[in-house]
């Protein structure tokens, strides 16, 4: 069996090999909940053990796919790092009072801005003004988990730039603005959807709070560090380079910004390090330990029985919910393309495209490590303050919430 043949290796593959990470995915779900102080301090160990043994098997056994992995795993991470660093460099002044209205804006904004700045950017920009918007209030964890759902995830649907999935769809010859025209529907019904539900549920929980109205001075919108702006533009322009390209001019705009951003600014915008420093200790876990796992997807998704799109949605959905949506959206492109039917789109049939796509973007918000922005708007949240649900918790949020919104939107779209 040649060692770079990815099909024959998943296929020569155990099934236990996958252990090591459902053994981090369990670790990430419950050693939080049950002993959070072991965890915060030890979770880089916990990181290291499930996943340099895997990496060392793929290191011997199929290199190749270990440093395929190695080069994908740092092209997310310095995209991640680039948008974190610039767009904390960019502060939101301006009176800005938490109500189920004003909420609701910010997220309409950060869903179309998600796919300009990409669904990182757009997190990162609004995440500090929406926590200081409802620092009065009690209950402000159900407004950031809304804020993931919509903004980290929903919201990058409707281009390449919005989510990595569809960017590599792109770069499989999938046309910059197909998305744009197949998912705009899909995407302002889901949007729609989900903000609608949440006017609800904010309304009901300011009701249970009677918070007082504020007497502050309002303080007129401005913004600050605007030379971090076009430093964005740089970002979302590489991501049309080739590697490594790509990759020296978004880490050459981050820094830039580090560089040129006052301290002043970010100082009032609460910016440190830890967000981006446990994603990518997270993360560097999640991608290695995940390796034995896509190889076994790629090999064996025809057994799935996949063929329509409400299959392919669900499919691609519910993988995308634990592994890395970009790969899990690949698997899947190329099990699509061996389906064949009419009104191709690169090689793949366009109801199963737009059904691949919906399910990689939209349920990424199924858990906190669907989407590498979800986690860091969870740690941001919490050094405001904000007691954010378990990983079980935010998950009982998506299930409430989400799974009925998907359920609808495979009724009306597949």
């Known amino acids: 069996m040649p060692a770079h043949d990815p099909i024959a290796l998943g296929l020569s593959?155990?099934?236990?090999?996958?252990?090591p990470f459902a053994g981090l995915l369990l670790s990430i779900a419950?050693?939080?909940?049950?002993?959070?102080?072991?965890w915060a301090r030890h979770y880089a160990n916990v990181c290291l053990a499930f996943g340099v043994p895997v990496a060392g098997f793929f290191l011997l056994r199929a290199p190749r796919e270990l440093l395929h992995t190695v080069i994908e795993y740092a092209s997310f991470l310095i995209l991640l790092a680039s948008l974190f660093t610039i767009s904390g460099g960019v502060l939101l002044r301006g009176t800005l009072r938490g109500s189920a209205a004003v909420n609701c804006a910010i997220l309409a904004v950060g869903a179309m801005l998600a796919n300009v700045l990409g669904t990182t950017g757009a997190s990162m920009l609004l995440i500090r003004p929406l926590l200081r918007a409802n620092a009065h209030r009690r209950r402000v964890a159900h407004v950031v988990v809304f804020f993931i759902f919509v903004v980290a995830?929903?919201?990058?649907?409707l281009t390449p730039i919005g989510d990595p999935p569809l960017f590599l769809g792109y770069l499989r010859g999938v046309p910059f603005f197909w998305t744009l025209r197949a998912m705009g529907m899909l995407w302002a019904v889901a949007c729609a959807l989900v903000i609608g539900v949440f006017y609800l549920v904010d309304r009901r929980a300011l009701a249970l709070e009677e918070v007082a109205a504020?007497?502050?001075a309002r303080v007129p919108l401005s913004i600050e560090g605007k030379m971090n702006l076009p430093l964005l533009g740089v970002v979302i322009g590489a991501v049309f380079l080739p590697t490594p390209w790509r990759e020296m001019a978004m880490v050459a705009a981050a820094v830039v910004s580090a560089w040129k951003t006052p301290a002043k600014v970010r100082e009032e915008n609460e910016f440190t390090?830890?967000?981006i420093t446990e994603?990518?200790?997270l993360f560097a876990g999640i991608f290695a330990t995940m390796i034995p796992a896509l190889l076994i997807l790629k090999a064996r998704g025809a057994e799935l029985g996949v063929v329509t799109p409400a299959h392919f949605f669900w499919a691609t959905g519910a993988l995308s919910s634990f592994l890395d949506n970009a790969p899990t959206y690949l698997v899947f492109f190329s099990l699509a393309q061996g389906v064949g039917g009419?009104?191709?789109?690169?090689?793949?049939?366009?109801?199963?495209?737009?059904a691949i796509s919906a399910g990689a973007v939209f349920m990424g918000a199924n858990s906190y490590i669907g989407n590498a922005p979800n986690f860091m708007v969870k740690a941001i949240a919490e050094e405001s303050g904000v007691r954010m649900p378990s990983f079980f918790g935010y998950m009982a949020w998506s299930c409430g919430v989400l799974l009925p919104v998907f359920a609808l939107l495979t009724l009306l779209f597949f």
């Open 13 to 19: 593959l155990p099934p236990w090999s996958v252990v």
């Open 30 to 38: 419950l050693l939080p909940l049950f002993a959070p102080s072991l």
């Open 153 to 157: 995830n929903i919201g990058g649907a």
């Open 214 to 216: 504020g007497g502050e």
């Open 273 to 275: 390090w830890h967000p």
């Open 279 to 281: 994603v990518a200790v």
């Open 342 to 354: 009419t009104q191709t789109v690169a090689g793949v049939s366009a109801p199963l495209l737009q």
